[in-house]
């Protein structure tokens, strides 16, 4: 889509002038609804942008009009509304990043430091244990004796 915008700007320039592109009016009603919206995705907060373009064909017309320039304005409407779906989806892949790399931080501090604590408390408390056993199985034999 792009290519083909460059080829009709291309052709559009080579018709009006880049000084005649300048003037041409813009396309002011292009686009029907542009909404955004947010949604919850893995828990994280992403935004969807909706862009409606607008079907009907441009009222407003040009003083220099022409079949090539109203082709770029199309082409041009049609790549500045999947410019702005991208925008969004690169903005809410930047966000899942981000939050991949904190989790992905915290997974590590939760292997490198609590559970090496936790490992190290259980040993404590098996080593307590078996110090009970050991007191008990005495403490049974010096009753058994007496």
């Known amino acids: 889509l792009f290519r083909k915008a460059t080829e009709a700007l291309k052709g559009a320039v080579a018709r009006?002038?880049?000084n005649g592109l300048e003037i041409y009016?813009?396309?002011?009603?292009?686009?029907?609804?542009?909404?955004?919206?947010?949604?919850?995705?893995?828990?994280?907060?992403?935004?969807?942008v909706l862009i409606q373009e607008n079907q009907s064909e441009a009222v407003e017309s040009a003083i220099n009009s022409s079949p090539e320039a109203e082709q770029t304005r199309k082409i041009f409407t049609h790549l500045i509304t999947l410019a702005a779906n991208l925008a969004a989806m690169t903005s809410n892949l930047?966000?899942?990043k981000d939050e991949y790399q904190r989790t992905s931080r915290r997974?590590?501090?939760?292997?490198?430091?609590?559970l090496p604590e936790i490992d190290q408390t259980l040993a404590q408390i098996d080593a307590a244990l078996e110090e009970i056993d050991k007191e008990e199985i005495v403490r049974i034999h010096y009753s058994r004796q007496t």
């Open 16 to 18: 009006h002038g880049l």
């Open 25 to 48: 009016p813009p396309n002011a009603n292009a686009w029907d609804e542009v909404r955004r919206e947010t949604r919850s995705e893995l828990g994280l907060q992403v935004q969807d």
């Open 94 to 96: 930047v966000k899942l």
């Open 107 to 114: 997974a590590r501090a939760l292997e490198d430091v609590l």
